[in-house]
């Protein structure tokens, strides 16, 4: 099993940036497709981005694209979810989950880290 861990989150401004990372130790971590997904109270967990084993095939919700962006550093084992031009509609508990393969799918993924909340003040 391949454990995830997410950098802190925090509480940030409206229009303000804000990188999310997830690290691995597992040597494996760094051939998995990593993805985000945000889940905010009361409502359904949410794709955000996902990012290849290579890094270089990414996909960014429609949602988020513009704002966000998610780039992987394989020698650091490290894979960053950058939050740009944040509105408090994006805050949420933000997730990466590590799987075989690309996927919007939640269920693709069957190592999850522990989730790092975002606050976005207006």
């Known amino acids: 099993q391949v454990q995830l861990v997410e950098s802190e989150g925090g509480l940030v401004q409206a229009g303000d940036s804000l990188p999310l990372s997830c690290t691995s130790s597992a040597r494996a971590f760094s051939n998995l497709a990593v993805a985000w997904f945000r889940q905010a109270p009361g409502k359904e967990r949410e794709f955000v981005a996902v990012?290849?084993?290579?890094?270089?095939?990414?996909t960014v919700a429609e949602s988020v694209r513009g704002r966000f962006t998610i780039s992987r550093d394989r020698a650091k084992n490290t894979v960053t979810l950058q939050l740009n031009r944040l509105r408090p509609d994006d805050a949420a508990t933000y997730y990466c989950?590590?799987?075989?393969?690309?996927?919007?799918?939640?269920?693709?993924?069957?190592?999850w880290g522990q989730g790092t909340q975002v606050a976005v003040s207006s």
């Open positions: 990012i290849s084993g290579s890094g270089g095939s990414t």
């Open positions: 989950a590590a799987g075989a393969a690309m996927s919007r799918d939640s269920s693709h993924f069957n190592c």
